[in-house]
């Protein structure tokens, strides 16, 4: 099988009902510069468990479509956007998901994930107190994860404090 043959099958491939490749690896900025954004076998695997046990049960309980702003990011796309080098995005086991579409707020989705399922990490991503501008969340495995809650906020020297939160 040819490259792009090959290529055109894995861009058509779901990783869970509502989640296709494509959206799991898009990138504007990685279009743009260039780089490439192809998740290894082991980082799809990774993918696919975070899409069945996060985003799909979550995505039920919304009842319609929630925005993923970032997915699977590959080191040299990490980089250039200026990501943790611990980001848990290069490996597969994070997502960005926001409330675009009005149907559900970034807080109700934080909240239900919080209080409903299993994961590794959860942050508050800026926002305010009532609502976050989105939110990240992860996922290893049963054994692994942390349930941890973090809330980010700019600090007034550029960078970013994290607090942990707690029930």
Same mark, same amino acid.
């Given at each position: 099988m040819h490259y792009e043959e090959k290529k055109g099958k894995v861009e058509k491939m779901r990783l869970s009902k509502h989640i296709s490749y494509k959206e799991a690896t898009r990138s504007i900025t990685a279009l743009r510069l260039g780089l490439n954004n192809d998740p290894s076998d082991d980082h799809l695997q990774n993918m696919k =468990? =975070? @899409?069945?046990?996060? !985003?799909e049960p979550l995505r039920t309980y919304v009842g319609g479509p929630i925005r993923i702003n970032s997915f699977y990011r590959g080191p040299e796309l990490n980089k250039a956007i200026g990501g943790s080098r611990k980001s848990q995005h290069c490996h597969g086991q994070a997502m960005d998901i926001d409330d675009t579409f009005g149907v559900m707020s970034n @807080?109700?989705? !934080? *909240?239900w994930i919080q209080? *409903?399922?299993d994961f590794d990490q959860m942050i508050w991503e800026f926002g305010d107190e009532n609502n976050p501008d989105w939110v990240h969340v992860s996922?290893?495995?049963p054994g692994s994860n /942390? *349930? /941890?809650c973090l809330r980010a906020k700019k600090c007034s020297a550029g960078g970013t404090n994290y607090s942990v939160i707690t029930k």
């Open positions: =468990l =975070l @899409s069945e046990k996060i !985003f @807080s109700t989705m !934080f *909240n209080d *409903n399922l996922y290893v495995d /942390r *349930n /941890r």
